[in-house]
Protein backbone atom coordinates (compact mmCIF):
# COMPACT_ATOMS: atom_id res chain seq x y z
CA UNK A 1 0.00 0.00 0.00
CA UNK A 2 1.41 3.47 -0.55
CA UNK A 3 0.54 4.89 2.69
CA UNK A 4 2.68 2.35 4.18
CA UNK A 5 5.38 2.53 2.13
CA UNK A 6 5.40 6.53 2.91
CA UNK A 7 5.52 5.40 6.67
CA UNK A 8 7.90 2.98 6.85
CA UNK A 9 11.47 3.67 8.20
CA UNK A 10 12.38 1.79 5.32
CA UNK A 11 11.08 3.98 2.41
CA UNK A 12 13.32 6.30 0.51
CA UNK A 13 14.65 9.13 1.69
CA UNK A 14 13.35 12.32 0.78
CA UNK A 15 15.32 15.00 -1.70
CA UNK A 16 16.63 17.93 -0.36
CA UNK A 17 14.95 19.78 -3.14
CA UNK A 18 11.43 17.92 -1.61
CA UNK A 19 8.31 20.42 -1.08
CA UNK A 20 10.48 22.17 2.20
CA UNK A 21 7.04 21.79 4.09
CA UNK A 22 6.88 18.54 3.68
CA UNK A 23 10.58 18.43 5.11
CA UNK A 24 9.59 20.36 7.93
CA UNK A 25 6.42 18.05 8.48
CA UNK A 26 8.84 14.80 8.47
CA UNK A 27 11.53 16.15 10.36
CA UNK A 28 9.41 17.24 13.44
CA UNK A 29 7.42 13.73 12.64
CA UNK A 30 10.96 11.63 12.92
CA UNK A 31 12.50 13.68 15.59
CA UNK A 32 8.82 13.90 17.99
CA UNK A 33 9.16 9.72 17.38
CA UNK A 34 13.12 9.84 18.61
CA UNK A 35 11.85 11.99 21.44
CA UNK A 36 8.78 9.73 22.10
CA UNK A 37 11.55 6.47 22.13
CA UNK A 38 14.08 8.33 24.44
CA UNK A 39 11.13 8.84 27.14
CA UNK A 40 9.11 5.28 26.42
CA UNK A 41 10.41 4.42 29.82
CA UNK A 42 9.64 7.20 31.91
CA UNK A 43 6.26 7.00 30.69
CA UNK A 44 6.20 10.34 29.56
CA UNK A 45 5.58 11.93 25.72
CA UNK A 46 7.52 14.48 23.86
CA UNK A 47 4.50 16.41 24.02
CA UNK A 48 4.44 16.39 27.95
CA UNK A 49 7.78 16.63 28.40
CA UNK A 50 7.10 20.02 26.27
CA UNK A 51 4.79 20.98 28.80
CA UNK A 52 7.05 20.55 31.87
CA UNK A 53 9.95 21.69 30.32
CA UNK A 54 8.35 25.06 30.73
CA UNK A 55 9.06 25.12 34.35
CA UNK A 56 13.11 24.44 34.07
CA UNK A 57 12.71 29.08 34.21
CA UNK A 58 9.53 28.96 35.75
CA UNK A 59 8.38 27.64 39.86
CA UNK A 60 4.77 28.05 38.49
CA UNK A 61 2.18 29.15 35.76
CA UNK A 62 -1.26 29.45 35.37
CA UNK A 63 -2.96 26.96 33.17
CA UNK A 64 -3.99 30.06 30.81
CA UNK A 65 0.11 31.14 30.91
CA UNK A 66 1.09 27.68 30.18
CA UNK A 67 -1.03 27.33 27.07
CA UNK A 68 -0.13 30.89 25.85
CA UNK A 69 3.32 29.28 26.19
CA UNK A 70 2.64 26.26 24.46
CA UNK A 71 0.48 27.79 22.24
CA UNK A 72 -2.49 25.19 22.47
CA UNK A 73 -5.99 26.17 23.97
CA UNK A 74 -6.76 26.12 27.44
CA UNK A 75 -8.68 23.39 27.59
CA UNK A 76 -6.11 21.49 25.59
CA UNK A 77 -3.64 22.53 28.68
CA UNK A 78 -6.33 21.34 31.14
CA UNK A 79 -6.88 18.07 30.10
CA UNK A 80 -3.05 17.79 29.64
CA UNK A 81 -2.52 18.83 33.48
CA UNK A 82 -4.97 16.22 34.38
CA UNK A 83 -3.04 13.50 32.88
CA UNK A 84 0.47 15.30 34.21
CA UNK A 85 -1.10 15.74 37.67
CA UNK A 86 -2.88 11.74 37.96
CA UNK A 87 0.80 10.45 36.87
CA UNK A 88 1.68 12.65 39.87
CA UNK A 89 4.25 15.07 37.85
CA UNK A 90 2.50 18.59 38.55
CA UNK A 91 0.02 19.57 40.93
CA UNK A 92 -2.52 22.43 41.11
CA UNK A 93 -2.78 25.32 43.36
CA UNK A 94 -5.60 27.37 43.51
CA UNK A 95 -4.98 31.04 44.73
CA UNK A 96 -9.05 32.32 43.93
CA UNK A 97 -11.58 30.68 41.79
CA UNK A 98 -10.90 31.60 38.74
CA UNK A 99 -6.60 31.49 38.68
CA UNK A 100 -5.41 28.29 39.41
CA UNK A 101 -1.30 27.50 39.44
CA UNK A 102 0.34 24.85 38.11
CA UNK A 103 3.70 23.45 39.36
CA UNK A 104 5.63 20.62 38.86
CA UNK A 105 5.93 17.55 42.43
CA UNK A 106 8.82 16.86 43.18
CA UNK A 107 9.12 13.73 41.22
CA UNK A 108 8.08 15.88 38.45
CA UNK A 109 11.26 17.81 38.66
CA UNK A 110 13.71 15.05 39.00
CA UNK A 111 11.45 13.37 36.13
CA UNK A 112 12.27 16.62 33.94
CA UNK A 113 15.79 16.26 34.68
CA UNK A 114 16.23 13.07 33.37
CA UNK A 115 14.20 13.73 30.52
CA UNK A 116 16.09 16.64 29.43
CA UNK A 117 19.53 14.69 29.46
CA UNK A 118 17.94 12.38 27.05
CA UNK A 119 16.31 14.91 25.16
CA UNK A 120 19.67 16.70 25.08
CA UNK A 121 20.89 13.44 23.75
CA UNK A 122 18.25 13.25 20.96
CA UNK A 123 18.98 16.98 20.11
CA UNK A 124 22.77 15.64 19.85
CA UNK A 125 22.05 13.29 17.71
CA UNK A 126 19.65 14.90 15.77
CA UNK A 127 22.71 17.56 14.39
CA UNK A 128 25.42 14.48 13.96
CA UNK A 129 27.68 15.89 11.80
CA UNK A 130 27.02 19.85 12.09
CA UNK A 131 29.98 21.71 12.85
CA UNK A 132 29.56 24.22 15.63
CA UNK A 133 29.09 26.84 13.25
CA UNK A 134 26.79 24.86 10.71
CA UNK A 135 24.46 23.78 14.22
CA UNK A 136 24.23 27.68 14.91
CA UNK A 137 23.02 28.80 11.78
CA UNK A 138 20.69 25.75 12.14
CA UNK A 139 19.27 27.02 15.45
CA UNK A 140 19.41 31.30 14.53
CA UNK A 141 17.35 30.19 11.50
CA UNK A 142 14.74 28.00 13.43
CA UNK A 143 14.35 30.81 16.28
CA UNK A 144 14.17 33.42 13.23
CA UNK A 145 11.65 30.78 11.49
CA UNK A 146 9.77 30.66 14.94
CA UNK A 147 9.82 34.26 15.61
CA UNK A 148 8.26 35.24 12.11
CA UNK A 149 4.79 36.54 12.46
CA UNK A 150 1.73 35.11 10.32
CA UNK A 151 0.89 36.59 7.22
CA UNK A 152 -1.89 36.17 4.74
CA UNK A 153 -2.25 36.64 0.84
CA UNK A 154 -4.17 39.78 -0.58
CA UNK A 155 -6.49 39.58 -3.62
CA UNK A 156 -3.93 39.18 -6.04
CA UNK A 157 -2.42 36.30 -3.90
CA UNK A 158 0.56 38.43 -2.94
CA UNK A 159 1.55 37.62 0.57
CA UNK A 160 0.93 40.56 3.50
CA UNK A 161 1.97 41.65 7.08
CA UNK A 162 -0.55 41.43 9.33
CA UNK A 163 -0.71 44.90 10.92
Known sequence: MMSEKLTTASAELPR??????????LANQRFRA???AALEDLE??????????????RPELSTSELARISQVTR?????????LEAAGLLERRAVNPR?????????????LD??????????????????DRDERT?????????????????????RQDRS
Open 16 to 25: PDANLGYLFR
Open 34 to 36: LLD
Open 44 to 57: MSAQEYGILSVFET
Open 75 to 83: QTMHTSILG
Open 99 to 111: VVLVRPTERGRRC
Open 114 to 131: LATRRVRAAERAALGGLS
Open 138 to 158: VRAWLANLAAMAPRRADATGR
